[in-house]
């Protein structure tokens, strides 16, 4: 259930912090992305580098650290964005009390505000804070904004007490965990999508091609993305060096013909993504074997193939989202727009290849996403793009 989401582990300032490190592994185990936001209190107990370097990613403590970049003041908008579950474990009676007023004055406070996914508390205390009227009163607080509490275990406390205020089992927050993200309805959840991706390979010979620098990062992110927000994602790519992202069922292609053929075996999708840089021509004429070189050839012919986006615009089923892309170095939203209009898609995402850090072989893009009546820009790494995208159209 933990497979390929993503968490933030809010760790606060109390004693059982240090079995916030065991329960990243397993959440890691499990084979969730975790990322950490510390409250400054909690690096009294565990320094934040084990947390980084078991992470893998920076922690995240105050909002505006001094020795890191300006820009980065907004990570909690964008982890807020990113995760799937928010796991606050352990969580002290003053984070609670932050949480429950709304306060956020650092970074694990304020990732609370921005979170769009669930959150989870754990509240660990000692002696008999946990039973305080301001405590339970603040429980019931977070419990009503919608909050899921996992309430602590009793018995032998750090200051010597017995009583109620131990962080549960590792696995009784594991189990708590799947069974919320488990509960969690994507916006794409009950429908097929169908996505296209990578170049496709129109050859001349058995050693000679035409093809583009496509590498189906683009496409492969939208099928990720589609996939997380719960459909079910069939992919067909041409020649690329991507793993399919988990979850996916993905075929390989290599012509444009090839290509038509498949999506056309697909194309009851509730959604297509026709992602892929399909050749707009083929050799009209290939040869069995090596063309030599002596023997030479003065020109060759090139005929059209199928335009499948097209195709899938004339054959649109009823309630079916065809959405297009459309790659441009000049003239980036009439040439989209009219490809919009032409190829009746839904939607067309228009890619300049002339923008910086954006384009075939980048691991970020600039698009702009063309719908009937709208225009709305995208900027980021592709995953992020794609997700945000669909959410935008779908969510
Ligand atoms: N497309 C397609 N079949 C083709 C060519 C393109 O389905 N034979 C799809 C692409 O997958 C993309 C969209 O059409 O979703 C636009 O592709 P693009 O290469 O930008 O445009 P073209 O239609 O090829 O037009 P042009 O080359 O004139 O820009």
């Not at 079995?19 to 690096?43: D, Y």
Request: proline share 4%; aromatic share 6%; hydrophobic share 40%.
């Amino acid at each position: 259930m933990l497979s390929g989401k993503r968490i933030i582990l809010g760790v606060t300032g109390g004693i059982a912090a240090y079995k916030a490190v065991f329960l990243l592994r397993e959440f890691q185990k499990a084979g969730a992305e975790v990322r950490v936001t510390m409250t400054p209190s909690a690096t009294h107990f565990v320094g934040s580098e084990t947390f980084a370097s078991l992470s893998g990613h920076d922690v995240a403590i105050d909002i505006f650290p001094e020795e890191e970049e300006a820009t980065e003041w907004t990570r909690h908008i964008n982890w807020g964005e990113w995760a799937d579950l928010f796991v606050i474990a352990p969580c002290t009676g003053n984070t609670l009390a932050k949480i429950a007023n709304g306060i956020s004055d650092n970074m694990l406070t304020a990732t609370v505000l921005a979170a769009r996914s669930p959150i989870l508390i754990c509240p660990t205390m000692d002696g008999e804070m946990y039973e305080s009227p301001s405590v339970t009163q603040n429980l019931k607080k977070v419990a009503d904004f919608g909050y899921h509490i996992l309430e602590p275990e009793s018995g032998f406390l750090a200051s010597g007490l017995e009583g109620k205020g131990r962080l549960p089992e590792i696995g009784s927050i594991l189990d708590k965990a799947s069974e919320i993200i488990g509960s969690i309805k994507g916006p794409l959840e009950g429908k097929k999508v169908l996505v296209t991706a990578g170049p496709t390979r129109e050859f001349i010979d058995p050693v000679r091609f035409i093809s583009n620098p496509s590498s189906g990062k683009m496409g492969f992110a939208m099928a990720a993305a589609a996939q997380r927000l719960g459909a079910e994602v069939t992919l067909i790519h041409g020649p690329v060096s991507l793993e399919t992202p988990e979850g996916v069922v993905a075929t390989s292609i290599i012509s444009a013909q090839d290509l038509y053929e498949s999506v056309q075996q697909k194309a009851d999708a509730d959604i297509v993504i026709m992602a892929a840089a399909v050749s707009d021509f083929t050799p009209a004429q290939t040869f069995e074997h090596k063309v030599k070189k002596d023997h030479g050839v003065d020109d060759m012919q090139l005929k059209a193939t199928t335009d499948i986006l097209s195709w899938l615009g004339k054959n649109k089923k009823a309630g079916q989202t065809i959405i297009g892309f459309a790659m441009e170095t000049e003239n980036l939203i009439e040439n989209a727009r009219t490809k919009l209009i032409r190829k009746n898609a839904d939607w067309i995402i228009g890619n300049s290849l002339t923008k910086k850090d954006a384009g075939f072989e980048s691991d970020t893009n600039h698009v702009h996403l063309l719908g009937e009546e709208t225009e709305q820009e995208f900027e980021g790494t592709k995953a992020e793009i794609a997700e945000r995208l669909l959410k935008y159209i779908f969510g």
